[in-house]
């Protein structure tokens, strides 16, 4: 069965510094790869996929992600953070059986910035 | 594109009566809806997936008569909690996937639901 860890419920920076979101997954397939943002009381929107073709992916406002296979991770980066980069930050998976729709998500990853 | 809404955005209910959530895909075709639970501060729950047409798919765990799922059209799809109680109290998220490119999903702005 697919699962997604989140390492860090918590993570906070300075405004400027660099973001580093950790997400690994556990798939017996090259997976599909998501990273959604949430801020409160609103749904989550798409920041980027990862599909199967290039490794490094650019997603909306800055944020980029790269597919490491060796380590199954997909971690989230930026390299200033803004003040309104502050939210919940989801990864999740699904595998590529035919059919399958189904995104697992990993626990949540809260960002703080500090000013 | 891909546009999701919900509607209402907020509801308060007495408990014993039933609440009707609507999503709608505003700019495309949806193959298929999912609905979602998410408690505070904490990551989302899969209730049930619903194809256009055809019955929904609830999760282990989730009582479908209790959580009626109606998926009338490629577009619009509907939850209704019923017999609501306190405990039902929740966010409720829905997301839509569209064929070109599954399995993304894409999410409506969630609705905030409160059982008195």
């Known amino acids: 069965a697919q699962s997604v860890t989140q390492l860090g419920s918590h993570v906070s920076v300075s405004e400027g510094a660099l973001v580093l979101l950790r997400c690994n997954y556990s798939s017996s397939v090259p997976p599909y790869l998501f990273w959604y943002v949430q801020y409160p009381n609103q749904g989550l929107q798409l920041l980027l996929k990862y599909t199967s073709a290039a490794t490094l992916v650019k997603g909306i406002n800055g944020f980029e992600a790269e597919f490491k296979k060796s380590e199954t991770s997909f971690h989230l980066t930026k390299p200033s953070a803004h003040m309104s980069d502050a939210a919940e930050y989801f990864c999740?998976?699904?595998?590529?059986?035919?059919?399958?729709?189904?995104?697992?998500f990993g626990q949540g990853t809260r960002l703080t910035i500090n000013p | 594109g891909a546009v999701v809404s919900q509607h209402p955005s907020r509801v308060i209910c007495k408990s014993g009566t039933s609440v009707k959530i609507e999503c709608r895909s505003l700019?495309?075709?949806?193959?298929?809806m999912f609905w979602y639970r998410q408690f505070p501060k904490q990551s989302l729950m899969l209730m049930a997936t619903s194809n256009e047409g055809s019955k929904a798919t609830y999760e282990q765990g989730v009582e479908k008569d209790k959580f009626l799922i109606n998926h009338a059209s490629l577009t619009l799809s509907t939850l209704t909690v019923t017999s609501a109680h306190p405990e039902d109290s929740s966010f409720y998220i829905c997301?839509?996937?569209?064929?070109?490119?599954?399995?993304?999903?894409?999410f409506g702005p969630g609705t905030r639901l409160t059982v008195l």
């Open positions: 997301s839509a996937s569209r064929s070109s490119d599954t399995p993304t999903q894409y």
């Open positions: 700019d495309f075709q949806a193959t298929t």
């Open positions: 999740a998976v699904s595998d590529r059986v035919q059919g399958a729709q189904k995104l697992v």
